[in-house]
């Protein structure tokens, strides 16, 4: 599978974005679909992810409240929506594939096969 990040920017604080994951080629046996982060400097982080049929969601604890993730699949998308945008939000955001939903929820990025390039996301205050 190939994935395709965008819809980073640079955005005011208090502002919204959707960052936008598209999937190609084969996606038989996938199971979740996340998104992690990383600042400069910083490891990278989870954010969230969602099954690969978007029944199911799961946050990191301090991502719960202002991102909300999403699928559809029709257009074999995902989307992570993130409101009231801070400063420290500013990072590169990743979209991950995994084939196992329980080690997904992990938030260990090695238990993500598959990687889209990266989205850039700057919050001015």
């Known amino acids: 599978v190939q994935l395709q990040a965008s819809g980073g920017g640079l955005v005011q604080a208090g502002g919204s974005l959707r960052l936008s994951c598209v999937a190609s080629?084969?996606?038989?046996?996938?199971?979740?679909m996340g998104w992690f982060r990383q600042a400069s400097g910083r490891e990278r982080e989870f954010v969230a992810a969602?099954?690969?049929?978007?029944?199911?969601?799961y946050y990191a604890d301090s991502e719960k409240g202002r991102i909300t993730i999403s699928r559809d699949n029709t257009k074999n998308t995902g989307y992570l929506q993130i409101d009231n945008l801070k400063p420290e939000d500013t990072a590169d955001y990743y979209c991950?594939?995994?084939?196992?939903?329980?080690?997904?929820?992990?938030?260990?990025?090695?238990?993500?096969?598959?990687w889209g390039q990266g989205t850039q996301v700057t919050v001015s205050s």
């Open positions: 991950a594939a995994s084939d196992g939903w329980q080690k997904a929820i992990t938030g260990w990025v090695p238990a993500y096969d598959n």
């Open positions: 080629g084969i996606t038989i046996g996938l199971a979740a």
């Open positions: 969602i099954s690969w049929d978007g029944g199911t969601k």
